[in-house]
């Protein structure tokens, strides 16, 4: 089977990462987690006091950073890197989750992450997830899935994701920062959060996760089939 670029897009805590590591792992593609290198981003403007209103600060500190993803064996995921520092945990928290979409929706932030992003795709065989993967990054790409869930299925998820790591917050507060985020990530004037025309919708609502792995691996194996067609 020929190899293919599968973009996920969709709203925060809808299940979009989960989908893409187990999608990548089925086939033996890369997988590269967009949001991850924004909130990297956020985190280094946060941690040195960056005014995200100047954009000759915001131009500097980006030549400041580097990013990077290394597979951690026992934890059997790919973990987000800083300037060669482990920050997977830290790109997590809620001081970076509250402004993760501000930073996101600064120009000159997107330009060099989308750069980047397109590179690595440069050879297909990678599964990508975000917010304007489909629509701006790869609008080539083979199969393009659209994420959705309802609100309180989203608030559930975030929040049980939270507890886990110990953070202390209510559930009003995860609610207020997932319509937050909403907001911005749909009408920001950079990339906005659209579905493209040809996605398919896989509403995560009902589904467990390996019935979404099931759904989205016939539609991938169905792509897959397709470009091996158009080669014959």
Not at 85 to 91: H, L, P, R, S
């Amino acid at each position: 089977m020929k190899d293919i670029i599968v973009a996920i897009d969709g709203y925060s805590s809808c299940g979009k990462s989960t989908l893409a590591r187990a999608l990548a792992a089925k086939y033996h593609y890369a997988y590269v987690d967009s949001g991850a290198m924004y909130r990297a981003v956020t985190l280094f403007f946060l941690n040195e006091n960056i005014d995200f209103s100047d954009d000759e600060q915001v131009l500097k500190a980006l030549e400041q950073i580097s990013i990077g993803f290394k597979f951690n064996p026992e934890a059997d995921c790919n973990e987000t890197y800083l300037n060669g520092m482990n920050v997977e945990y830290a790109i997590r928290d809620m001081r970076v989750s509250a402004q993760v979409s501000e930073v996101s929706k600064i120009k000159a932030v997107r330009e060099a992450l989308v750069q980047f992003q397109q590179e690595m795709g440069e050879h297909r065989g990678i599964v990508m997830d975000g917010r304007d993967i489909g629509t701006v990054v790869f609008p080539d790409a083979e199969l393009k899935l659209f994420m959705t869930a309802e609100m309180s299925v989203r608030v559930q998820r975030r929040y049980l994701e939270l507890m886990v790591k110990g953070d202390s917050i209510t559930m009003e507060q995860v609610a207020e920062n997932l319509r937050h985020r909403d907001h911005i990530d749909t009408t920001r004037q950079e990339s906005p959060l659209r579905q493209a025309p040809d996605a398919l919708v896989l509403d995560s609502t009902n589904f467990t996760e390996e019935e979404q792995l099931d759904l989205a691996s016939r539609w991938v194996e169905e792509r897959m089939q397709m470009k091996q067609n158009q080669v014959l």
